[in-house]
């Protein structure tokens, strides 16, 4: 109910009012004590309606990709539709009751409107949000604040089951790259595993260029296929330069031992380095030994050469290394095999380097190829 305020209230808040000039040198009024705020007549506006949105950390946030550290992905759809993916693993959907106010932020950063429950109508149909009134761009990017409570997380890496990374990484049992927009390939698989199943995927981490966690896919929140050596996360908005920790819950062999299928293919290029140009880290392991076969065709030659950096940086100074021909009871510095299938073993005891890779080099690129690598302590 409003309130008319007398002449002796008029003056006790005259009496706590303080001028300042703001920095554009306008006037603005400081208020001491509780503010009312009153119209022209002098009758108080009632403000009990009224809320302002605020952040709730305890509760689930979904934002465009782009944004990064979402708990869901919300991205545009239409005109007054937000399409959301990617739920947290204890969220199966979303309904309108769940969503407190939407943020539309435009392409320069700029706030252009937070539509609130109290103010607009929303409705949810399956994974598409409809704020009544709103006028979306396609360039616009969007936060999302709910009202459903975080969950205690749950993507903890513990150690004990293997664990892929990007080929510059450490301590990675398998390597994991970008291929499209929703692929991911495997390779380097270690201790006997020749290929992991959907089944084994426990959750992917994305992460940005700039080290930045873009989203975490699980089997909860998204859809896992593997086909070959390619991971498909059916969710998934990858970017080139994105890289990716592939969790599985197949169990870490304990052992001081790690072997790994390096290259296993044909028809391979003049100058193709594997497991990567950035080669691969040595990690904990001291003695190296490789075994695997060349197979290249009259007046042909395949040539497979190990390169070896202490560069943090892999694409430093790589240097080409001697190596132990056991097979030959010979130091060489590479293997070719010249219209022939040549198998060999080679090792490297004490191999006291950062990072190792392995040049192929071809005259033609009709050939096969396989490289097994073991590394102990």
Known sequence: MATILDSATHEAIEDKQTTYRSADDKEVVGVLGDVMLID?????????????????SSCYIGKSAT??????????????????????????AITAGDIECVRQ?????????VYHRDDVIMTMAGAVLTVTGATFLVTDVFVVFTNIPVQEKFDVITGTTYVGKA????????????LAGTTITLGGYPN?????????????????????????HTRANSTFTIA???????????????????????????????????????????????????????????????????IDGAAETTTLTIEATNDEDTGGDWVQINMYDVKNDAI???????NQTMTYALMFDSFNFLH??????????????????????
């Open 192 to 216: 006997g595993i020749t290929a992991f199943t959907a089944d084994d995927i426990e959750f992917v981490r994305r992460i940005n260029v700039s080290g930045v966690l873009v989203h975490t």
């Open 67 to 92: 944004l990064t550290n979402g708990d869901f992905i919300a991205e545009f759809s239409a005109l007054t539709t937000i399409t959301f993916t990617g739920y947290p693993a204890d969220v199966s």
């Open 167 to 178: 080929v510059a990484a450490t301590s990675e049992d398998f390597t994991t790259a970008y």
């Open 40 to 56: 022209s007549s002098g009758d108080e506006i009632d403000m009990s309606g009224v809320t302002v949105p605020s952040v709730n």
């Open 228 to 294: 070959g050596n390619v991971l498909t996360v059916a969710e998934g908005d990858f970017g080139a330069t994105d890289t990716f920790i592939v969790v599985t819950n197949v169990p870490r062999v304990a052992s001081n031992y790690l072997e790994q299928s390096i290259a296993d293919t044909t028809n391979v290029a003049t100058g193709t380095y594997y497991p990567a140009v950035t080669g691969m880290p040595v990690g904990i392991y001291k003695n190296l030994s490789v075994t695997g076969k060349l």
């Open 332 to 338: 060489v510095n590479s293997i070719a095999a010249t």
């Open 356 to 377: 190792v890779r392995f040049l192929i080099t071809a005259t033609a690129a009709t050939n096969t190829v396989i490289i097994k690598l073991r590394r102990n302590n």
């Open 105 to 113: 932020i435009n392409a320069a950063g700029s706030v252009v409107k």
